[in-house]
Nanobody, 124 residues
Framework: VQLQASEGGTVQPGGSLRLSCAGS????????IGWFRRAPGKEREWISC????????YYADSVKGRFTISRDNAQNTVYLQMNSLKFEDTDVYYC??????????????????WGQGTLVTVSS
């Protein structure tokens, strides 16, 4: 079971970037998928989650209204569209999956499968 995150990048403040998280060996639409971020020396921060069954989405206050999580079932991929990026969004981003079939974001997801971190830098 693996998750493969796309490369991050550098973007100017106010810009946009889309991260992707592709799954192998299991279907992502049957699992809760989350996005997190953590800069070196800082606590890991949960930023978004999409549930399996009904596709409900959830966001941390720090990104609400700017970031959008979505899923492309045909591609077995979950995306994180990041708009209106700020300097403080600079971080290493991770996607993670709860491997339990039918898992949801509101029932205590157990994010046990992690993709590799990808660096997003917001800089002028």
């Amino acid at each position: 079971v693996q998750l493969q995150a796309s490369e991050g990048g550098t973007v100017q403040p106010g810009g946009s970037l889309r991260l992707s998280c592709a799954g192998s060996e299991f279907t992502l639409d049957d699992r809760a998928i989350g996005w997190f971020r953590r800069a070196p020396g800082k606590e890991r921060e949960w930023i978004s989650c999409i549930s399996s069954s009904d596709g409900s989405t959830y966001y941390a206050d720090s990104v609400k209204g700017r970031f959008t999580i979505s899923r492309d079932n045909a591609q077995n991929t979950v995306y994180l569209q990041m708009n209106s990026l700020k300097f403080e969004d600079t971080d290493v981003y991770y996607c993670a999956a709860d491997p339990r079939y039918g898992s949801g974001c509101r029932d205590g997801p157990q994010f046990e499968v992690w993709g590799q971190g990808t660096l997003v830098t917001v800089s002028s």
